[in-house]
Structures are given as C-alpha cells and as structure tokens.
C-alpha cells in the first residue's frame, strides 16, 4: 500500500531510542525527510546515522521540556527541510511513585516534560499546516490514559489530559485538513519497561524474567509488544490512507485496557 508521503517533512521528539525512534525510522521507510530530537547527542547521532540508511534525516541535540530548544530545533528542522507536515510528540515517562511521594516540583516537571511539549510543539507547526491545509499530528501517550497505574500517578494524571487535548485540538483544526490523533501504547519493550520492572519485581522479590511472564500472561495476545509496532501505526496515521481519522486515542496494547469505551 502506498501510504502517500514520500517527500513528507516529518518531526519525531525524543527520538533517539525506544518508541521515537520506532516511529522516525517507520516514517523514513515511507519516505518522508524526518527531523529528529533528544538529549543524548551519542545515542542521536547513531539513530540519525542509522535513518539516513533509509532517507533523509537531521538530528538536533534538545530537551522537550524547554520552550526554547523546541523553537530552535523547529527553526532549524524548516531551514533544512522546509513546512513540517507531520508531528509525532513522545516523552519519557515522569518518576514511577504514587501520590504521597510527590513533591510540587516532580508535579511540575511532569507538567512540562509531558504536557507542555505537546502545547509548544503543535503551536508551533500548526500555522503552516493551516496555510496548506494538511497535517498530521500524533501523540504517544500511554494505556494509564484509559486505565490508570497506582505507582503511574502523574502520568496516569496527564495522559488522560492529553486524550482531551487530541479531542479538542481535532475539532478545532479539522476544518484545516488537519488530523490529530493519540496512540495509548500499551506494554512495549522498550527502557522504561525495564524502569518499571526494576521497581515492581524488587517490591515482589522476583526477577525481571518472572515480572516479564506475569506481564505478558495478562495480555490477550500474550506477548510484550515491539517499538517496531508503534512505529507502523504512527506511520499509518500519518498517511493519506488515514485520512478520515482524527480526534482518536487509539489503543495499541495487544488488548491489555479491559473497558470498552
């Protein structure tokens, strides 16, 4: 299937590992330019390398949670490539502890490693998208939007939030043949899975392996997902395939969130 976006100019943030980076190298094998960001300059460059065996790439060294390194690496993404026409946002997850362990700064660091990016990023692009009445926006949220986690406080607290985001930013650029969408990713092998193992099986004195079992055995498809299969998705979303979808908090979780709403 021709996913229609060859030539594309592509955005992913912190995108050096894990699911951005997934989610670049799937947008790249459809041939869009991507742009992409971190905070590890040694683990960007590799990636950067590693998308340019696939199309064109540009990597800018950036924190999510500063205002001003998202305007320069959108200033400079425009310079190289031109209008950015797809949007994926994605953050690490805030601290792993429930509500009587946080503090207001671990609060407000939640607020502005994983709500803000998305503000700044999609006020950024939006305008151009407007002017040619086309885009793409998708945010990599989380399942404890829909089904929250005890030890996930903030990000059971902002994913949800951002699910009401997608929802009214959908309805106001919709008119703009612009789509906005959230994938609520369920459990993926990536290093915040492994953050999490460390804390759950130390509090249940078992091993990695057996939290890893356990987690898999409660999943419908019986397995821990792979980045590469966000990675499809995003790219599906962000298709002329994919056109008539917008304002959705998709679940892709091998069926791990129980309700059906």
Same mark, same amino acid.
């Given at each position: 299937?021709?996913? /229609?976006? @060859?030539?594309? %100019?592509?955005?992913?943030?912190?995108?050096?590992?894990?699911?951005?980076?997934?989610?670049?190298?799937?947008?790249? $094998?459809? +041939?869009?330019?991507?742009?992409?960001?971190?905070?590890?300059?040694?683990?960007?460059?590799?990636?950067?390398?590693?998308?340019?065996?696939?199309?064109?790439?540009?990597?800018? %060294?950036?924190?999510?949670?500063?205002?001003?390194?998202?305007?320069?690496?959108?200033?400079?993404?425009?310079?190289?490539? +031109?209008? !950015?026409?797809?949007?994926?946002?994605?953050?690490? +997850?805030?601290?792993? @502890?429930?509500?009587?362990?946080?503090?207001?700064?671990?609060?407000?660091?939640? !607020?502005?490693?994983?709500?803000?990016? !998305?503000?700044?990023?999609?006020?950024?692009?939006?305008?151009?998208?407007?002017?040619?009445?086309? /885009?793409?926006?998708?945010?990599?949220?989380?399942?404890?939007? @829909? $089904?929250?986690?005890?030890?996930?406080?903030?990000?059971?607290?902002?994913?949800?939030?951002?699910?009401?985001?997608?929802?009214?930013?959908?309805?106001?650029? /919709?008119?703009?043949?612009?789509?906005?969408?959230?994938?609520?990713?369920?459990?993926?092998?990536?290093?915040? #899975?492994?953050?999490?193992?460390? %804390?759950?099986?130390?509090?249940?004195?078992?091993?990695?392996?057996?939290?890893?079992?356990? $987690?898999?055995?409660?999943?419908?498809?019986?397995?821990?997902?792979?980045?590469?299969?966000?990675?499809?998705?995003?790219?599906?979303?962000?298709?002329?395939?994919?056109?008539?979808?917008?304002?959705?908090?998709? #679940? %892709?979780?091998?069926?791990?969130?129980?309700?059906?709403?």
């Amino acid at each position: 299937m021709d996913l /229609g976006t @060859k030539d594309r %100019v592509a955005m992913v943030a912190a995108a050096s590992k894990g699911l951005g980076k997934a989610c670049a190298v799937a947008l790249a $094998q459809e +041939g869009c330019k991507v742009s992409i960001c971190a905070r590890n300059a040694e683990e960007l460059e590799k990636t950067r390398s590693e998308i340019e065996a696939r199309g064109e790439a540009i990597a800018l %060294v950036a924190d999510v949670s500063s205002a001003s390194d998202l305007e320069d690496w959108y200033r400079r993404t425009i310079d190289r490539f +031109g209008q !950015v026409d797809i949007l994926v946002t994605n953050t690490g +997850g805030p601290p792993v @502890k429930r509500f009587m362990e946080l503090s207001d700064e671990s609060w407000l660091s939640g !607020v502005e490693s994983t709500l803000m990016n !998305v503000v700044r990023l999609s006020r950024l692009i939006i305008p151009g998208m407007r002017e040619r009445r086309w /885009g793409r926006i998708i945010r990599l949220t989380s399942l404890v939007a @829909k $089904q929250p986690v005890d030890e996930l406080t903030i990000s059971s607290t902002l994913r949800a939030r951002l699910s009401g985001l997608t929802k009214t930013m959908a309805n106001q650029v /919709g008119p703009h043949n612009i789509t906005v969408n959230a994938i609520l990713t369920g459990h993926i092998m990536t290093d915040r #899975q492994y953050a999490l193992a460390d %804390v759950r099986a130390r509090e249940r004195w078992i091993t990695h392996e057996e939290y890893f079992a356990e $987690q898999a055995a409660e999943i419908p498809l019986r397995r821990i997902g792979e980045p590469r299969e966000i990675g499809e998705v995003v790219a599906f979303l962000a298709s002329e395939r994919a056109s008539y979808v917008t304002g959705v908090s998709l #679940q %892709v979780d091998g069926g791990l969130i129980r309700s059906t709403m």
